[in-house]
């Protein structure tokens, strides 16, 4: 992992995300559209057209908290994520579909997101939990509203942002998956110590 620090700015090109790898801590300046369950059920499922365009743009898997103001307009009041894998079943197709090339959200993905980010050059983030008022403070305006039907937590809310992060790459264009490889590696460190408790410790068993 090199630890490289990077901003994106949308519309993110292809080569924009080639050289970064899993492990690198980037910051998003642009546009960021929260983009959860419901959403992606509407246009993989339902087949209803989003009424943003995504093309070259960032989501983040995330149910907001907002303020409207008196004049109309709205304030974000916190923006923390939620949990990607909900969204696993959906996000390959999802890609493909929209051309988003940045997928922001608690946690890790799989398999299927992470062949969608190799065939279409894009990259999942993990934003740290925890810091939902601080994101907030990194929202210059909410620009937009879609599908307000949908109720706060899962409204299209299309979010201008200055140095949006950290960002931390779990899913890279080359496929390689963060939480899955320090998975394996945690396991592998984790046999000899087991056997070791055991052998200690036998009447737990």
């Not at 620090?5 to 080569?15: R, S, V």
């Not at 200055?162 to 264009?173: A, N, R, V, Y």
């Amino acid at each position: 992992m090199s630890g490289q620090i990077k901003i994106l700015t949308t519309p993110i090109k292809d080569e924009d995300l080639e050289a970064l790898n899993v492990g690198d801590v980037v910051y998003l300046t642009g546009t960021l559209v929260t983009c959860r369950d419901v959403a992606h059920r509407r246009l993989i499922e339902l087949g209803r057209e989003l009424p943003v365009d995504l093309k070259g743009g960032a989501i983040f898997h995330a149910g907001p908290i907002v303020k409207q103001k008196d004049d109309g307009s709205y304030e974000m009041v916190s923006i923390g994520p939620t949990t990607s894998m909900r969204m696993e079943k959906f996000e390959k197709e999802f890609i493909q579909r929209t051309g988003v090339k940045l997928v922001v959200g608690k946690g890790g993905m799989g398999a299927e997101t992470a062949a969608g980010c190799v065939e279409n050059k894009a990259v999942h983030a993990i934003f740290p939990g925890g810091c939902a008022v601080l994101a907030a403070t990194k929202v210059e305006k909410i620009e937009d509203a879609q599908w307000k039907d949908l109720g706060m937590p899962e409204t299209l809310w299309v979010n201008r942002v200055k140095e949006f992060g950290p960002l931390i790459i779990s899913i890279d264009t080359k496929g390689r998956n963060l939480i899955d490889e320090n998975k394996a590696r945690f396991n592998e460190k984790k046999k000899p110590i087991l056997k070791r408790i055991n052998e200690e410790v036998r009447f737990i068993k």
